[in-house]
């Protein structure tokens, strides 16, 4: 059983920068680790993932060049940097994480994975 506990989450204008974090409970080795998002009455998308070991990373296009996913196994935390934000990134924020997900890559639908935290909210404004 994995815990996982979101924080990080406020209100930016466009342009600015966040950190979200997702603390885990448990190794998460041979895991994959991943961000959704789902804005009000949309689907909870992938936006980005990370795979331990070798810390492959995945995301989605439209973050690309302005998101990185990170994870730091000595404080069992993984992060999500977000820059350059846009009103159209506001949504509520999850963490997740699979066991023996393959790929690990963001278009992989959210019911393939076993624990999730419980969301923190990013509403940038412009």
């Known amino acids: 059983q994995v815990q996982l506990v979101e924080s990080g989450g406020g209100s930016v204008q466009a342009g600015g920068s966040l950190r979200l974090s997702c603390k885990y409970s448990?190794?998460?080795?041979?895991?994959?680790m991943a961000w959704f998002r789902q804005a009000p009455g949309k689907e909870r998308d992938g936006v980005a993932t990370?795979?331990?070991?070798?810390?492959?990373?995945t995301y989605v296009d439209s973050v690309k060049g302005r998101f990185t996913i990170s994870q730091d196994n000595a404080k069992n935390t993984v992060y999500l940097q977000m820059n350059s934000l846009k009103p159209e990134d506001t949504a509520m924020y999850y963490c997740?994480?699979?066991?023996?997900?393959?790929?690990?890559?963001?278009?992989?639908?959210?019911?393939?994975?076993?624990?999730w935290g419980q969301g923190t909210q990013v509403t940038v404004s412009s």
């Open positions: 448990a190794t998460t080795y041979g895991m994959c």
């Open positions: 997740a994480a699979a066991r023996g997900l393959f790929p690990c890559a963001t278009f992989m639908p959210w019911e393939r994975y076993n624990y």
């Open positions: 990370i795979y331990t070991p070798g810390g492959r990373t």
